[in-house]
């Protein structure tokens, strides 16, 4: 499956973003996808999840709350809505995209729990 993000851009501290990642060449609703942000200097992290269905999500500590992951499956698209922004969520986004598998809730954190990747999208927060 090949997936693209967009969406990203420049936002003031305490502004809203979405990003969005269209998935193609695959049956969309076979994947659980997740979201995964690398700011300048450090690795990649989680960030959010969502299982194939829509029926459950995941959210790092440092966006729960703020962060809302959801999905379209008759879009093939999965979202990550923003708010309440600020400097620290500066990073680029990924989306990925995770085979469904029975023990994925187990480890839908690891970036070794996804199976094919989009090409991030840039988000930059200023104060």
């Known amino acids: 499956v090949q997936l693209q993000a967009s969406g990203g851009g420049w936002v003031q501290s305490g502004g809203s973003l979405r990003l969005s990642c269209a998935a193609s060449?695959?049956?969309?609703?076979?994947?659980?996808m997740g979201w995964f942000r690398q700011a300048p200097g450090n690795e990649r992290q989680f960030t959010a999840a969502?299982?194939?269905?829509?029926?459950?999500?995941y959210y790092s500590p440092s966006v729960k709350g703020r962060f809302t992951v959801s999905r379209d499956n008759a879009k093939n698209t999965v979202y990550l809505q923003m708010d309440n922004s600020n400097v620290a969520d500066t990073a680029v986004y990924y989306c990925?995209?995770?085979?469904?598998?029975?023990?994925?809730?187990?480890?839908?954190?690891?970036?070794?729990?996804?199976?094919?990747w989009g090409q991030g999208t840039l988000v930059t927060v200023s104060s």
């Open positions: 969502i299982t194939s269905t829509g029926g459950r999500t």
């Open positions: 060449g695959g049956t969309f609703t076979s994947y659980h």
């Open positions: 990925a995209a995770a085979l469904r598998r029975s023990d994925w809730n187990g480890y839908y954190y690891r970036d070794s729990a996804y199976d094919f």
